[in-house]
């Protein structure tokens, strides 16, 4: 009785093992090469498995996409809801520590964006409602360091929304912008200094002092 359990249950953790292998592949092969320049066998060739096997998982290379895709929109849902009700400097700094790793990881959507909107539209809404979600994360953090007296008063209408707009863009378009001035993508206290850079202006003397601290850590 037990046997007929056990082996239904081998197989779905086999398969879910190959479907692993054949998603981690296919992440080594974009950011090796770019999403458009590989084919099904590239990936079957990274993964040790046959095209027969690997489209038994996945179908097509639009499936794939979806799957890889499907990953990362689950780590970045993690990694937003790990960010505190109400950040310190701390918990912002660990922020882009998580961000940045995971640009590193995925570094294909990061520099090719634009192009896999275009090849996937069902990616680039979820896309969209993870922008809207990581901007109102960060207008959240503003404010509210803002009201603990870290940053200054508001000095006009709409400012916090539109540093937490600009926040954004630099994040999502750092890794580009290496690839394009052919600099470092893996240098993360670039990364962090220009996102940082964006919101010191802001800092009360108290927000000094503890930003200063910080950096000491």
Not at 14 to 33: G, M, P, W, Y
Request: glycine share 2%.
């Amino acid at each position: 009785m037990v046997a007929l359990f056990l082996r239904p249950l081998s197989f779905i953790m086999a398969s879910s093992l190959t479907k692993q292998k054949i998603i981690d592949a296919a992440v080594l092969c974009f950011n090796s090469e770019g999403i458009a320049n590989i084919r099904l066998q590239h990936i079957a060739d990274e993964a040790f498995v046959s095209i027969g096997n690997m489209t038994y998982h996945y179908r097509n290379k639009e499936a794939i996409v979806a799957a890889v895709w499907e990953q990362l929109v689950e780590k970045q849902r993690v990694l937003l809801a790990e960010f505190r009700v109400l950040p310190l400097f701390e918990d912002i700094e660990h922020l882009l520590f998580r961000i940045f790793e995971l640009q590193q990881q995925y570094r294909f959507f990061y520099v090719d964006t634009l192009e896999v909107m275009r090849a996937y539209p069902t990616i680039q809404v979820s896309h969209q409602q993870h922008i809207a979600w990581q901007i109102l994360q960060m207008e959240v953090a503003i404010r509210f360091n803002q009201s603990r007296g870290a940053f200054r008063e508001e000095q006009w209408e709409g400012q916090y929304e539109v540093l937490a707009q600009q926040f954004w863009m630099v994040v999502d378009h750092w890794m580009y912008r290496q690839y394009v001035q052919q600099r470092d993508s893996d240098d993360y206290s670039s990364f962090k200094n220009m996102l940082w850079s964006l919101i010191r202006p802001l800092f009360t003397n108290m927000g000094e002092r503890e930003f200063e601290q910080l950096l000491r850590l």
